[in-house]
Nanobody
Framework: QVQLVESGGGLVQAGGSLRLSCAASGGTFSRYAMGWFRQAPGKEREFVAA????????YYSDSVKGRFTISRTNAKNTVYLQMNSLKPEDTAVYYCAAGPAIKTWDYWGQGTQVTVLS
């Protein structure tokens, strides 16, 4: 059983930056694809970014491409989401996910709130 704990959320002005972290435990982190999702009030959870276990492949939603960067440090069992040029529409709860492959998400964190002020 893999446990995921997100951190790094907070309040930021539009145009600012935040870096989210997700620490994993209870499994072989280096074997999992990792992803970030978000859910805004009244909306469904949506995909943000994902990275393969090898770090070779990364994927982004069109809405964050060029502004967000996903990365991972397998030695620290941690995946990151660097968010730059934040917009008010990026306001959401951000969730970390893990799975055996991209698009196969078996484990989820509890989420961390990101609020971008206009």
């Amino acid at each position: 059983q893999v446990q995921l704990v997100e951190s790094g959320g907070g309040l930021v002005q539009a145009g600012g930056s935040l870096r989210l972290s997700c620490a994993a435990s209870g499994g072989t982190f280096s074997r999992y694809a990792m992803g970030w999702f978000r859910q805004a009030p009244g909306k469904e959870r949506e995909f943000v970014a994902a990275i393969s276990w090898s770090t070779i492949f990364t994927y982004y939603s069109d809405s964050v491409k060029g502004r967000f960067t996903i990365s991972r440090t397998n030695a620290k069992n941690t995946v990151y989401l660097q968010m730059n040029s934040l917009k008010p529409e990026d306001t959401a709860v951000y969730y970390c996910a893990a799975g055996p492959a991209i698009k196969t998400w078996d484990y989820w964190g509890q989420g961390t709130q990101v609020t971008v002020l206009s």
